[in-house]
């Protein structure tokens, strides 16, 4: 009698272990697809960063050429070069 009931608490200990065990799978299984969406995500996004960074260097680059701004200088400020007459020396 005694070794048929510890045969069943033995039975009831693996079934309890087994069930925690499944639950433990399941919610693995589960955090990893959540995670990968989520990493799935942030890669978009870090690409579309990536995209713009490279927009944003292409734009920069353009902005410091000389030829750009002397053409922005001439045509909306109205600026123009001196003449030779124009430009006077300061000593200090």
Do not use: C, F
Request: glycine residues 4%.
């Amino acid at each position: 009698m005694k070794s048929a009931w510890s045969l069943t608490s033995i039975y009831a200990l693996l079934w309890v272990m087994l069930l925690a065990s499944s639950m433990g799978v399941i919610y693995v299984k589960h955090r990893s697809r959540a995670l990968s969406v989520e990493l799935d995500q942030l890669e978009s996004a870090r690409d579309q960063l990536n995209i713009e960074w490279s927009r944003l260097q292409l734009e920069q680059s353009t902005w410091n050429n000389h030829g750009h701004v002397e053409q922005v200088a001439s045509s909306q400020l109205g600026m123009v070069l001196p003449t030779a007459s124009d430009v006077k020396l300061v000593q200090p």
